[in-house]
Structure formats: structure tokens, C-alpha cells
């Protein structure tokens, strides 16, 4: 029921989310998505030994919040923390790197970087994957299930491979995972694939989702953004899509609607941008015009979504959509063939 009375459509299959940051839509906004008023929510010079937190992945966790997030240090390696927050707006994080044991219980080798985690609960289980160094990056899994321990899983794939995004539960028995391949750089190229495992070790069953396309804001190349969010109408997935400039490559939030039993089949995509650089956090910093989303909150009750975005490699802001809004903006604005 809506502050009315009124029955709400269950539309996000899910559980209520009432401590969800939260702020209506501007009267004279005119777009799906809308930005929260006092970004950036996470500035730089946050740790003594990081410059930047931005990219990072934030989820419920026992009615309060807890989130993984990328740190560059100032010998310009990326790596994760742990942080904790009551709102989701305001955030403790720790000093230290997130350190990890093997699966046998010893101490694994930290790693050389880590940067752009994604955060997901399955059944009881909280997983981190994100993009880890093996000779070139690749996607690395850990998992934990209270936030004090934390084990490494292997590596999911051979470099080279950025944006490891799992779905929230099994589907048809197997755990999935978009992935994105890419290069050892910058890569000025870059399609949505997805891949499958029984048992988060071994990967298969690899299938194409998205291409980048026609669109001038998503020609050079997509990559799969927070964990994809189950609504009656298919998996939404809200994903970055990007072009490039004669100066440099600009980052903004599509979203399209997966198939809900095999989501390596697109429903619709949208072929408008949600939310592009705009604001000066977005259009300034150390690499400007990047909107990069890592992680989303979500009221079942409500249809609320906040989305947690970086900001131009250099801060975490925080935009917010409801979900039929959404979902009916996506479907009536679908890509279409050149
Ligand atoms: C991508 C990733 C992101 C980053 C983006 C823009 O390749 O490395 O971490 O936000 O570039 O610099």
C-alpha cells in the first residue's frame, strides 16, 4: 500500500527495503533516473592512504548496510575495504585492505590490485567479485558470510576480463555471471557476455548478451553494472555504456530487461542514455565523464531503486528510479536496427 491506500504493484521480486536512501523525483526533472542532492556521498581523501573511492559495490545487511569499495592508493594501486553504514549515505570504512584466505584456510597472497567489486547475497552467502590482477586482469571471487572472514575462490576466467556481475540466485542449477572480456588497457572495445558454473570454480556455457550498437553513447563498449534486479517483467540489468570522443571515452547508465529463465536473451534494451556526466562531480575529476554503476538498493514494497555509481574515478554518488517507472520508460523507448 502507498501513503494513499492505494495497492502498489509488486513489481521487483525481493524482499521490503523501508531504510532505503531515498528522495523523490525533482518537480522539474523530466528523466527516469535522478541524481540524490547532496552527491557526492563518498569524497575523495576519505583514508589516510587513498585518494579516490569511487566504483564500489554496497548491499542490506542486518538492517543496517555494509559495502565493498574500491580505494586507488598513493602508489596508484586500486584495492577493496570494507565499510559500513546505518543509511547507506553516510559510510565508516576501514583503513585496511579486505584480506583473504585461501579455501584452506590459510592466508592467501594479497592481491596487486583490485578495483570495481560488485557485491551479492545468495542464499546466505555473500559474494564479492571484481576485477583482480593475474597477469592482466581478469575477475576474482571471494565469499564470506560475516563480513569478518573472507575466502578466495579461484579466478573466474583467463585475462583478459572486467565487470564479473553475478545474478542473485541459480538459474536452471548454475550459478551465472556477466562478464565482460576486454584487454590489458583501456580497451576501446567490449561486448556483455554470460557464463555459467555448478560450483563458482568452473566456468562454462559461455553465451553473448549485449553488443555495443549503433547508439552514439554506447558505440565503443557496454559493460554489465550492478547485480541484475528480479522483477516480474524479466531481470534489469542496469549496465555502462560508452563512447569515444576526441577527448576521451564518456561513461553513462543504460538498462535493458533480461529474459528471466535464460538472461542471455535481451527482452528490450533501452536505446536512451539513463544518466550521462552532467554535474561537476561527474564531468571533473581524475578521469572525467564517467557515471560507472556498481551496485543498486531496492524496495520490493515500494518499487524504489537507489543506484551507487562512481563519479569520474573519483567519488560515489548516489541516483535513485522506480522500478514501473522504469520499466515502462525502457520498453517504450526500445533500441532499434540501423
Ligand atoms: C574502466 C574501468 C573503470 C573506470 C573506467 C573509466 O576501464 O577501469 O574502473 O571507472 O575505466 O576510467
Not at 94 to 107: A, H, M, Q, T, V
Not at 131 to 147: L, M, R, V, W
Not at 299 to 317: H, Q, V
Request: aromatic share 12%; hydrophobic share 35%.
Amino acid at each position: 500500500m502507498n501513503t494513499k491506500g492505494d495497492a502498489v504493484k509488486k513489481t521487483i521480486i525481493g524482499e521490503p527495503l523501508p531504510q532505503i536512501p531515498w528522495q523523490d523525483k525533482p518537480k522539474d526533472c523530466h528523466d527516469v533516473m535522478w541524481r540524490y542532492d547532496k552527491n557526492p556521498v563518498i569524497e575523495r581523501r576519505v583514508l589516510k592512504d587513498g585518494g579516490r573511492i569511487f566504483n564500489s559495490a554496497v548491499i542490506p545487511y542486518k538492517g543496517e548496510f555494509i559495502g565493498v569499495f574500491r580505494a586507488d592508493h598513493k602508489n596508484g594501486y586500486p584495492n577493496l575495504h570494507l565499510g559500513r553504514s546505518k543509511d547507506a549515505i553516510h559510510w565508516e570504512i576501514e583503513e585496511k585492505i579486505i584480506s583473504f584466505l585461501n579455501e584452506d584456510g590459510s592466508p592467501a597472497k594479497p592481491i596487486l590490485y583490485g578495483y570495481d567489486p560488485r557485491l551479492v547475497e545468495i542464499k546466505g552467502t555473500y559474494y564479492i567479485t571484481w576485477c583482480n590482477y593475474f597477469n592482466g586482469p581478469t575477475i576474482g571471487i571471494a565469499k564470506t558470510k560475516d563480513f569478518k572472514t573472507f575466502t578466495q575462490l579461484e579466478n573466474a576466467f583467463l585475462p583478459f576480463n572486467r565487470n564479473g556481475v553475478l545474478f542473485p540466485r541459480k538459474i536452471n542449477g548454475n550459478f551465472v555471471m556477466l562478464n565482460r572480456p576486454s584487454d590489458m588497457g583501456h580497451t576501446p572495445f567490449g561486448d556483455i557476455y554470460l557464463s555459467q558454473s555448478p560450483d563458482m570454480t568452473y566456468w562454462g556455457k559461455h553465451r553473448l548478451v549485449m553488443k555495443t550498437s549503433h547508439y552514439w553513447w554506447k558505440n565503443t563498449k557496454l559493460g554489465p553494472g550492478p547485480i541484475p534486479i528480479e522483477t516480474t517483467e524479466g531481470w534489469l540489468l542496469i549496465y555502462h555504456g560508452v563512447c569515444t570522443t576526441c577527448s576521451g571515452f564518456i561513461y553513462s547508465i543504460g538498462a535493458a530487461l533480461l529474459d528471466i529463465n535464460d538472461p542471455s536473451k535481451v527482452i528490450v534494451d533501452c536505446e536512451n542514455y539513463l544518466l550521462t556526466p552532467e554535474e561537476p562531480y561527474e564531468t571533473t575529476g581524475f578521469v572525467p565523464n564517467v557515471a560507472f554503476p556498481c551496485a543498486t538498493l531496492q524496495d520490493a514494497e515500494t518499487g524504489r531503486i537507489a543506484i551507487f555509481y562512481g563519479a569520474a574515478d573519483t567519488s560515489c554518488a548516489l541516483a535513485f528510479t522506480q522500478v514501473d517507472e522504469l520499466i515502462d520508460y525502457i520498453k517504450a523507448h526500445p533500441n532499434r536496427p540501423l
